[in-house]
């Protein structure tokens, strides 16, 4: 099985700041990973696929980069209602498996 | 619009079974693969199950291997998951995904409790 290990647990920031998520993989995953962005009390959204891959209807904010073992998720400047949890996902090898997330909150 | 709605969650004693129900809309329900994935209360996301188009693969995470089965009736638009023999660590919020994980639906939840 494939570990992904995310970092930070937590991100403190301020709005406007810029955010840069990293996952990394225990083998390589080629290209096949995905971010996903999740809020209280909501379903997960997939935001990024295929490592850089904007899905439909995501803001240009938001950015995916790496190959291999190394990822990273980049949200240029924040906003307020991009505070949440996210989570990367690797669809390279089954059983498909998720990082553990992290928590992006005000500072 | 894509929409995927899940039913058939609840209480459920160790041991005990339950069948949840995805019921897909707004694309070809039967032309895409389907997964289960499920959220312990303030945990991460759990990969549970896949089923392609046909049928044909099925695949399962380890934790759930041969205590939960998944299928699907093309012809209703719908996606199960039986899930037997379970156990208190199984309770969760489950959610259904299409094969590229957009979008999910918005989950059932299944305590596992005595």
């Known amino acids: 099985e494939i570990v992904l290990t995310q970092s930070p647990a937590t991100l403190s920031l301020s709005p406007g700041e810029r955010a840069t998520l990293s996952c990394r993989a225990s083998?390589?995953?080629?290209?096949?990973l995905a971010w996903y962005q999740q809020k209280p009390g909501q379903a997960p959204r997939l935001l990024i696929y295929?490592?850089?891959n904007r899905a439909t209807g995501i803001p240009a904010r938001f950015s995916g980069s790496g190959s291999g073992t190394d990822f990273t998720l980049t949200i240029s400047s924040l906003e307020a209602e991009d505070f949440a949890v996210y989570y990367c996902?690797?669809?390279?090898?089954?059983?498909?498996?998720f990082g553990g997330g992290t928590k992006v909150e005000i500072k | 619009e894509v929409q995927l709605v899940e039913s058939g969650g609840g209480l459920v004693q160790p041991g005990g079974s339950l069948r949840l129900s995805c019921v897909a809309s707004?694309?070809?329900?039967?032309?895409?693969?389907m997964n289960w994935v499920r959220q312990a209360p303030g945990k991460g996301l759990e990969w549970l199950s896949y089923?392609?188009?046909?049928?044909?693969?099925?695949n399962y995470a380890d934790s759930v291997k041969g205590r939960f089965t998944i299928s699907r009736d093309n012809a209703k638009n719908s996606l199960y998951l039986q899930m037997d023999s379970l156990r208190d660590d199984d309770t969760a919020m489950y959610y259904c995904?299409?094969?590229?994980?957009?979008?999910w639906g918005q989950g059932t939840l299944v305590t596992v409790s005595s």
């Open positions: 995904a299409t094969q590229g994980f957009d979008p």
């Open positions: 707004g694309f070809t329900f039967g032309g895409y693969g």
């Open positions: 089923i392609d188009s046909t049928t044909t693969t099925k």
């Open positions: 083998q390589s995953v080629s290209s096949s």
């Open positions: 295929d490592a850089s």
């Open positions: 996902q690797q669809r390279s090898n089954w059983p498909l498996t």
